[in-house]
C-alpha cells in the first residue's frame, strides 16, 4: 500500500532522535488499539497478557522466561501522558544533545540509561526491605532512558536555556535538577519502584557527560558495533541506483571506529558533502562553534556563540 510505504520511506529518512520517538509512538498505538480489541471481543483482561511481554518483570525467575523484556520495556508506554511527557522530553533534550554529540551516542546512551534503570529496578525490588511482601511488580516506559539524556545535557550545556511556558527562559541545570529531586522525593512514594529506575538513568547520564569530558566515551564500544553491522548491511543490500547520500554532522558521527577522541563531534565533509540547509559560511562557521567545544567545552561559549549554534543546527536536515 502507498501509505505504509510513504511511512516506511519517511522512518528510513528520519534521524535516529525521531526514530526512537517513532519507535515509542508506534509501541504505543499498538497496545492501545490491542486494548480496544480485547475490550470489544469481551476479554478485556487478556490486554494485561499483551503487557506482560514488553513490561519488565521485577522477578528474576520471570525474567529469565522474557529475557526481551529488558529491551522492550523502554520502547513501552501504555498511558496517555506518560508518553506525551517522555516523548517531549526525548525531543526537548535530545535536540540539544545532538548539538554536541552525535546521534550513535545519543542510541547508545537512551539504551544505556533503560538497561541501568531497569537492572537497578530488579536489583531494588528483590533486595530492599521496602519491597519486602510484593509479589510481583513491572516495569514500563522509557522515563529511565530518557532522564539519561537530560542528565547528560544538564552537564554538558548546563547554562543553556530553555523558555518554559508561564516561566520564561531557564538554565536546563535548574530542570535537570528539579527532575532528580523529584525522582528521589518519589522513591518513597507509591511508585518507588519506577523512580528508582529513574535513579539508574540519572547515574548512567551523569556517568556519560562526566567521561565525556574526561575524553572517555563509554557509548563507544556498542556504537563501534552498531556501525559494523550497519556497514554490513549495506555491503549485503548493495547500493541503490538514482540515490545520494547526505551529510548531516550529528547522523553517523565521529564513533564508528570506536578509537577516536571522545568529544570530537563531527568528521569534517569535503565542499560537495555540506549538509542540505546549511550556506558554506553557516558551514565554516559551524565547524568553527565545534572545534571551540572540543577544546574547551560547551561552558566556554559565549551566549552570542550558543544562540549561532542552536539556530544553525536547526537547518540541518
Not at 19 to 24: A, E, P, T
Request: include cysteine.
Amino acid at each position: 500500500m502507498a501509505v505504509i510505504d510513504d511511512m516506511r520511506a519517511g522512518f528510513a529518512r528520519s534521524s535516529t532522535l525521531m526514530k526512537i520517538v517513532w519507535v515509542n509512538i508506534g509501541i504505543f498505538v499498538l497496545l492501545r488499539i490491542a486494548a480496544i480489541v480485547c475490550v470489544f471481543s469481551g476479554k478485556p483482561d487478556t490486554i494485561n497478557l499483551i503487557l506482560s511481554q514488553v513490561e519488565l518483570p521485577s522477578s528474576v525467575s520471570t525474567l529469565l522466561t522474557r529475557p526481551w523484556t529488558l529491551l522492550t520495556y523502554m520502547f513501552a508506554q501504555y498511558d496517555l501522558l506518560h508518553i506525551v511527557f517522555n516523548m517531549l522530553w526525548l525531543y526537548w533534550f535530545g535536540t540539544m544533545f545532538r548539538m554536541v554529540c552525535n546521534s550513535r551516542q545519543l542510541l547508545v546512551l537512551y539504551l544505556y540509561g533503560g538497561l541501568a534503570g531497569g537492572m537497578l529496578f530488579i536489583a531494588g525490588c528483590n533486595t530492599l526491605p521496602l519491597f519486602h511482601g510484593n509479589q510481583y511488580g513491572s516495569l514500563i516506559g522509557s522515563s529511565a532512558a530518557v532522564i539519561a539524556i537530560v542528565t547528560a545535557v544538564a552537564i554538558l550545556m548546563p547554562h543553556f536555556k530553555m523558555h518554559m511556558l508561564f516561566i520564561g527562559a531557564v538554565s536546563v541545570k535548574w530542570i535537570a535538577i528539579a527532575t532528580i529531586v523529584l525522582v528521589l522525593i518519589g522513591v518513597t512514594g507509591s511508585n518507588a519502584g519506577g523512580e528508582i529506575a529513574h535513579l539508574g538513568g540519572v547515574l548512567t547520564g551523569a556517568l556519560f557527560a562526566i567521561r565525556l569530558k574526561k575524553g572517555s566515551d563509554i557509548t563507544a564500544p556498542l556504537a563501534a558495533i552498531f556501525d559494523r553491522a550497519s556497514r554490513h548491511t549495506k555491503r549485503v543490500s548493495g547500493p541503490r541506483s538514482g540515490n545520494t547520500a547526505s551529510y548531516s554532522p550529528h547522523e553517523n558521527a565521529a564513533s564508528t571506529t570506536g578509537r577516536q577522541h571522545a568529544s570530537s563531534v563531527t568528521a569534517r565533509p569535503s565542499a560537495s558533502q555540506s549538509p542540505s540547509g546549511l550556506s558554506p559560511d553557516e558551514r565554516k562557521e559551524l565547524d568553527t562553534i565545534l572545534d571551540k567545544i572540543k577544546k574547551s567545552g560547551y561552558s566556554a561559549l559565549t551566549p552570542d556563540e550558543r544562540d549561532r549554534l542552536f539556530n544553525v543546527s536547526r537547518k540541518i536536515k
